[in-house]
């Protein structure tokens, strides 16, 4: 009876790892993605700004710059770039 309670146990156990793991796939997955999108972000924003300086495009790195192209992403540095270009 004691070995048969701890298979119990043990089967018990898996399953709920197994319903936690697909539970939480789909945040770490989004969350994955998002620190993926914001480290592009940054390293276009950089590389606009070391090659801007030959086409006379300037974006500041401040702390909304920073926000904009980490949340956004490459669309959010060309948005950026756009409203640098015509503002």
């Known amino acids: 009876m004691d070995t048969i309670s701890a298979?119990?146990?043990l089967a018990a156990a898996l399953?709920?790892?197994?319903i936690?793991?697909?539970v939480l796939a789909a945040p770490i997955r989004l969350l994955f993605k998002l620190a993926i999108n914001a480290a592009l972000?940054?390293?276009i924003l950089f590389v606009v700004?070391?090659?801007?300086?030959?086409?006379?495009?300037?974006?500041?790195i401040n702390l909304i710059n920073?926000?904009?192209?980490?949340f956004l992403g490459v669309p959010g540095v060309i948005l950026l770039v756009l409203i640098s270009l015509l503002f």
Do not use: R
Not at 15 to 18: A, E, G, N, S, Y
Not at 50 to 58: A, K, N
Not at 66 to 70: D, E, P, T, V
């Open 7 to 9: 298979i119990l146990m």
């Open 15 to 18: 399953i709920l790892i197994v």
């Open 20 to 22: 936690l793991v697909k």
């Open 41 to 43: 972000g940054f390293v």
């Open 49 to 60: 700004n070391f090659f801007g300086e030959f086409i006379g495009v300037s974006l500041g």
């Open 66 to 70: 920073a926000l904009i192209a980490g």
